[in-house]
């Protein structure tokens, strides 16, 4: 199975700050990458796929990146209601597996 | 704006079979791909599989000799079972709308609100 190594686990940030998670893969999965937000008690919501592409709706703070087998979420500004749960998933190899997450708290 | 929920029973005894329907409204469901996703109370989201519009599969190495899917055009809805369920099958359960950008590989952009189903004696 291709593990997914999402870091950090969790973090702490003011509104305005400028965040950046990342997701390592422990093999090559090209550029099948997604970024997924979720808050508590409620469905996962997909911000990014294929690394850099962002989903319809998602505001543009929001950005992905590659390089290799290591892929960047990055929150240009973060805003009060960006603090949740990031996931990243791999979908280039059965099993499709998801990073441990990554939980943004206000600090 | 297509619109996803879970259905079926909130427990289910050790050894027996979880049974979930996803209902679809607002697209037909002929016509893209679905998956469904599990996230253990606390925890990580674990991906069970995927349903092709081709009628083609794709399911976790891990839950695969458990897992059975379907989809019913007519209903608009597609299901799944997991057998011989254990506590460790206790989780939210989400239906799913997967998109493929690179041969069977591809993103999940609707969710359902999830149903939580427990195994418990």
């Known amino acids: 199975d291709i593990q997914m190594t999402q870091s950090p686990s969790s973090l702490s940030a003011s509104v305005g700050d400028r965040v950046t998670i990342t997701c390592r893969a422990s093999q090559s999965i090209r550029n099948c990458l997604n970024w997924y937000q979720q808050k508590p008690g409620k469905a996962p919501k997909l911000l990014i796929y294929a690394a850099s592409s962002l989903q319809s709706g998602v505001p543009s703070r929001f950005s992905g990146s590659a390089s290799g087998t290591d892929f960047t979420l990055t929150i240009s500004s973060l805003q009060r209601e960006d603090f949740a749960t990031y996931y990243c998933q791999q979908s280039y190899s059965n099993p499709e597996t998801f990073g441990q997450g990554t939980k943004v708290e206000i600090k | 704006q297509v619109q996803l929920q879970e259905s079926g029973p909130g427990l289910v005894k050790p050894s027996e079979t979880l049974s979930l329907t996803c209902s679809v409204s607002g697209d037909s469901i002929s016509s893209y791909h679905w998956a469904w996703i599990r996230q253990p109370p606390g925890k990580g989201l674990e991906w069970i599989g995927n349903l092709y519009y081709t009628g083609n599969t794709k399911y976790n190495p891990s839950l695969k000799s458990r897992v059975t899917t379907s989809v019913d055009p007519s209903k608009n809805q597609f299901s799944l079972r997991l057998s011989s369920v254990t506590a460790a099958d206790t989780a939210v359960y989400y239906c799913?709308?997967?998109?493929?950008?690179?041969?069977?590989?591809?993103?999940?952009?609707?969710w359902g609100q999830g149903a939580l189903v427990t195994v418990s004696s």
């Open positions: 799913a709308r997967l998109f493929t950008y690179y041969d069977s590989s591809g993103y999940i952009s609707d």
